[in-house]
């Protein structure tokens, strides 16, 4: 959850978009832009995901594909 507050940063620039998340029941941890792409057919491809991967973002893929995609 975000929480607004005073900002120390003199820029927009100096924002870092990056964060940690740390899963619940595991020692993994992930590191990335907080940004993901929905599921819908037209957007959740694996063609999006590998493009978004080279950004730091994430895609939920699209439900219909098999496992062999």
Known sequence: ??????????SRAQVDLIGQFKFLYSTNSWSGIQ????NMETV???EMAL??????LFSAIYKHYYIEK
């Not at 959850?1 to 003199?10: E, F, G, I």
């Open 51 to 56: 493009a978004l991967s080279k950004h730091e």
């Open 44 to 46: 959740g491809k694996f």
């Open 1 to 10: 959850m975000y929480r607004a507050k005073r900002s120390t940063l003199n």
């Open 35 to 38: 940004v993901i792409t929905a």
